[in-house]
């Protein structure tokens, strides 16, 4: 598993989740060094849309955003559409699928989709 995120200013970097991802390292691996820091640079009006799977929910994932003061837009569990980054998956998808040849092993799909990740139009972030 690979987790991203975006916006209209930025992305992360793509990181690869080996394992199974709890609310503990959500916080720790992903919240702290990855989303806190690109929230604060986009500014005090940023907003975090996660897709409440069951890693973003504990309460303790819940007291750290609120210490963070970060702003949290609330969505329906399961709602793909209304996130933008489905749409940014779809086409990192189609664009690795490009290579033509199924990667070798895993460090090399693990290259293909941090470069792609890096190229894909932000365009495509925003299709609905």
Do not use: K
Not at 16 to 28: A, E, K, S
Not at 54 to 83: C, E, G, K, Y
Request: charged share 15%; with cysteine.
């Amino acid at each position: 598993m690979v987790w991203g995120g975006i916006s209209t200013r930025l992305r992360t970097p793509l990181y690869h989740v080996v394992g199974n991802l709890t609310g503990v390292r959500y916080q720790n691996e992903i919240l702290q060094p990855l989303v806190v820091p690109a929230l604060q640079a986009i500014g005090p009006r940023a907003i975090l849309q996660d897709d409440n799977a069951p890693p973003h929910r504990p309460a303790a994932v819940n007291t750290f955003i609120q210490q963070a003061r970060v702003n949290r837009m609330l969505l329906p569990a399961n709602s793909p559409d209304l996130n933008p980054i489905e749409h940014m998956w779809d086409e990192l998808c189609r664009r690795v699928q490009q290579h033509h040849l199924p990667p070798a092993n895993l460090g090399q799909l693990l290259q293909w989709l941090q470069q792609e990740w890096n190229v894909v139009p932000r365009a495509c972030i925003y299709a609905t």
